[in-house]
């Protein structure tokens, strides 16, 4: 068991995953920049699929659309897998949402701790649940999600296939965002959920078995839009998208069978989105 503060090792990352036939080759730093940058270079040397990567003090995480991601030293899970996977490019989602499916799945296992996933890239958890009234009449309802993980799958496509994927993982399990109240809106994490700490590495072996076992349903689309919208808290909800500089708002009302959120505008057009900052309104 490692608890919080204390180092992984290499040693004890391939014997968490031991029974984790598909995991080729294991990678561990006790700090770098950003394990999907490593996956890179390691790809570009011709690395096998299904490396993982993991470090215990990544310096400069990499969140989507440029942010930067916090993760403070052995405190969290950082962790890429690099793959090369039979898939046509216009698939690529799916590895955002397997992933997002494997973290969700693996944490529960491992923890006991209830998650849920935020359309695009977000393993969430629900924070409250509210009724709203207007004039003594119940109006909806609604509930807060807070963050306790996040995706950032990066590809490298060779005309209509994908060459090879670094899918990176990145969760917040023993982290206490006590110094980080800006974070702390919309972040927590599992040991402030449970109010206890936890084994990462149980947390990483769940989390890495759960990725190996829906691996097969990348050619699936359909098996694994199923499941993965039932962890969804996006759906069925008003929300409202930003892509770029536009705003987009309306009903949330399905994923397709590559992740692409399809949105009902107020004009009734349904707009199929593959990348958006979603936030939860109400209408
Ligand atoms: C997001 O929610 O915006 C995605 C966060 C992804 C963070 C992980 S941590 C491991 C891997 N390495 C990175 O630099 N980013 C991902």
Excluded: C
């Excluded at 890429?80 to 996977?85: D, F, G, N, Y």
């Excluded at 950032?152 to 110094?179: C, K, R």
């Excluded at 980080?180 to 084994?199: G, K, N, Y």
């Amino acid at each position: 068991m490692v608890l919080h503060r204390e180092p992984l090792s290499a040693e004890a990352v391939r014997a968490a995953i031991a029974d984790v036939p598909f995991i080729r080759e294991v990678v561990y730093l006790p700090a770098t920049g950003s394990t999907n940058d490593v996956a890179h270079r390691l790809a570009s040397q011709g690395a096998p699929h299904a490396t993982l990567i993991v470090t215990d003090d990544q310096t400069a995480g990499r969140g989507r659309i440029g942010r930067a991601w916090y993760m403070p030293p052995r405190a969290a899970l950082a962790m890429s897998l690099l793959v090369r996977p039979d898939l046509a490019a216009r698939h690529a989602n799916r590895l955002t949402m397997l992933a997002s499916l494997a973290a969700a799945e693996g944490v529960e296992r491992a923890t006991g701790l209830a998650v849920r996933l935020k359309w695009p890239n977000d393993v969430v958890v629900e924070i409250g649940d509210w009724r709203l009234e207007v004039g003594g009449r119940a109006a909806g309802h609604t509930s807060g999600v807070k963050k306790v993980g996040g995706i950032l799958t990066e590809t490298s496509i060779l005309g209509d296939a994908i060459e090879y994927a670094v899918v990176g993982i990145g969760l917040n399990v023993n982290v206490d965002f006590a110094g980080q109240p800006e974070l702390a809106e919309t972040a927590t994490s599992i040991m402030l959920q449970l109010r206890r700490e936890v084994d990462r590495l149980s947390v990483l072996a769940a989390v890495v078995d759960r990725f190996a076992k829906r691996y097969e349903w990348l050619s699936k689309g359909d098996a694994l839009r199923a499941t993965w919208s039932a962890r969804l808290v996006t759906l069925q909800r008003y929300v409202e998208a930003r892509v770029g500089d536009s705003v987009l708002s309306g009903w949330a009302e399905a994923v397709d069978d590559d992740g692409a959120l399809l949105l009902r505008a107020g004009d009734g057009i349904v707009h199929r989105l593959l990348a958006a900052d979603v936030t939860l309104r109400e209408p």
